[in-house]
Each structure stands twice: as structure tokens, then as C-alpha cells.
């Protein structure tokens, strides 16, 4: 059988290569020969990914709950391989950063689009009763989640509002003793943390004060002001990082908290969320006023921060 120049030339260009790094071609060529040809389930892991669903109850609904956040870590994940290309490339560039940027922005957009599916998809009494068997996990405990935060703006801005002036250039280790997340998960009566907070800061304490030193010059506020500093800014880039703002920290918590709403608004009291956490106080965007770009919004916009937006929520239910 005779040898194409296509395949003549691809064998030279490997027997280069392995010859760099003095390896010997012939030995990969016959592992080549016997390996089995690729499948999709085992590329992906098919088979491990469905097994990785473990109710806690016979509930059915519960199988739904626990696939929806499995996906929204995926997603995540996702989000996080962007966040680390921009905040680790060597010579950024406001296309470059405006197209990373852009893809969070369509993984937000998905979960919140998607959101809908949990809720619907569930049986308010199912989920009522199997939410007990989870206590104290929360999905409050999503690292990923606070990691996205920390990529997105300066440390100071993730702090409780109250707080934001007093420790204004304070190191990261203070600042992250009132982050504004430890609110959501404080007794308001005793000012005691939950179970579901301890946990959470001792599995990822370290890393999010870590994470959150390591991207000072190098998380997304800080780029932009670097950006418009060097005039290198771009309306498409401010454009993204307004959207991400609103999609962050205004759409996704109103999805939760639309559910919230829905499945533990029981008159005459509020049922409390399997984490303890104080969801009426935490998930309106208006309490928190977590915003990673200031100076793209005006004055009214800042001062009126996620009003609007929970009016129309609550107005829709």
C-alpha cells in the first residue's frame, strides 16, 4: 500500500516532534495501533455523571432539585474558566475581555431562563417535606459562586454596606470578616452564625481570602479602571460589565428569591430556609446593594439599585 504526501508529511512532522523530546516515535505509534477508538459516553463520563445523583428521600421531585444544581455549578465552572483567562492573560485587551465577559454574561442568562424549570418542576409539598432531610446544607454554600463575586469587583465592594466606609483600604482579612453573605446566614435575634456559615467558612475561608489577594489589581473593577485610565475602554466592554452587574447581582438572586417566595411564604409566618438563612433580608438585590461597576451607573440607578426589579418580581407572583 503506498503512502499519500498527506500521511508521508504527517509522519515526518511526528517523528520531528518526538524526536524533540527524545522520544521514540515507533513506541506511540503502536499504542496507537491497539488503543479502542473513542466514545462519547466515555469521553464525558457519561455514565459516572448520571450515577451522581443521590436522594435523601423517596420524594421524586427531590432527583429534580438536585440535578438543577448540579447543572448551575456546571455552569459555574464555566464562568470561572473564563473569569481565570482574563485575570491571568499576559497582554489583555478589551476585545479579549469584552468576549469572556460576554460568555459569563450567556451563562448567567441560561441559569436564570432555566430557573423556572426547578421551580415548576417541583410539587410545593415534595418540596416542603424533602427539604427537611438536607438541613443544614444550603445552596448559601456555593464556593464557586462567591468566587465569581471576587473576580468580578474590588474585595470592598463585596462587604456589607455599612462596613464599606470604615474599612475602605482595610486588608482582605478584615474586609472578608464582614462580607455581606455572613448576613444571610446570621441569627438576627442572637447575631449568632449558623451551622450552615460555619461550615462554609471552614471549608473556604482560606481560599476566598487567598483568591481575593491574588486578584487586587487583577479582578474585573480593576481592569476596567485600569482600562479607562490607559483610554483603552470600550462602550462594548462597559456595555458587558453593566450587564454582568445586572445578571449577577440582580437577576439570579431574584430568581431565588421569586422561589423563595413561592415555596416558603406561608401566612401568618415565614417558613425559614433549610440553611437558617435570613432569605427575606439576603436575596433582594435593594438590602444588599452588591454592585461590582459604580462608576458605570448613575447616581439614580445607584440609589435605586434592584427596586424595580423586585417591584416587578413581586408583582408577577
Not at 505509534?29 to 435523601?56: E, M, V
Not at 463575586?149 to 472578608?176: K, S
Not at 483610554?231 to 423563595?260: C, I
Request: net charge negative; charged share 25%.
Amino acid at each position: 500500500m503506498s503512502i499519500s504526501p498527506e500521511i508521508e508529511k504527517r509522519l515526518t512532522l511526528l517523528q520531528e516532534k518526538y524526536n524533540a523530546m527524545g522520544q521514540d516515535m515507533t513506541s506511540y505509534l503502536d499504542g496507537l495501533l491497539h488503543a479502542d477508538f473513542l466514545t462519547y459516553w466515555d469521553y464525558i463520563h457519561l455514565d459516572t455523571l448520571l450515577s451522581l445523583q443521590s436522594p435523601k428521600t423517596p420524594f421524586p421531585d427531590e432527583e429534580i432539585f438536585i440535578m438543577y444544581h448540579q447543572i448551575t455549578e456546571l455552569y459555574f465552572k464555566l464562568s470561572l474558566h473564563e473569569c481565570r483567562q482574563i485575570a491571568e492573560h499576559e497582554n489583555l485587551t478589551a476585545d479579549f475581555f469584552t468576549a469572556r465577559i460576554k460568555r459569563i454574561n450567556r451563562y448567567f442568562e441560561a441559569l436564570t431562563n432555566s430557573f423556572e424549570i426547578m421551580v415548576d418542576g417541583m410539587e410545593k409539598e415534595q418540596f416542603l417535606q424533602f427539604r427537611m432531610s438536607l438541613l443544614p446544607a444550603s445552596g448559601f454554600q456555593s464556593g464557586q459562586y462567591r468566587m465569581i463575586e471576587i473576580y468580578a469587583t474590588d474585595f470592598i465592594n463585596l462587604v456589607a454596606p455599612d462596613h464599606r466606609q470604615q474599612l475602605a483600604g482595610a486588608p482582605v482579612e478584615e474586609q472578608f470578616e464582614q462580607i455581606y453573605w455572613k448576613y444571610g446566614a446570621t441569627e438576627l435575634s442572637t447575631g449568632k452564625k449558623t451551622l450552615t456559615l460555619n461550615q462554609f467558612e471552614k471549608k473556604y475561608a482560606k481560599t476566598f481570602i487567598e483568591l481575593g489577594k491574588q486578584v487586587g489589581n487583577k479582578n474585573f473593577n480593576a481592569l476596567l479602571q485600569q482600562f479607562k485610565y490607559n483610554g483603552q475602554s470600550t462602550k462594548a466592554l462597559e456595555e458587558q460589565l453593566r450587564q454582568l452587574d445586572v445578571n449577577v447581582n440582580v437577576n439570579w438572586p431574584l430568581s431565588h428569591y421569586k422561589s423563595a417566595v413561592r415555596y416558603l411564604h406561608r401566612e401568618p409566618e415565614e417558613i425559614k430556609a433549610t440553611g437558617g438563612t435570613n432569605w427575606q433580608k439576603y436575596l433582594p438585590p435593594r438590602f444588599q446593594r452588591r454592585i461590582f461597576y459604580p462608576s458605570l451607573w448613575s447616581i439614580d440607578e445607584l440609589e435605586n439599585w434592584g427596586k424595580a426589579w423586585v417591584e416587578k418580581v413581586v408583582s408577577e407572583l
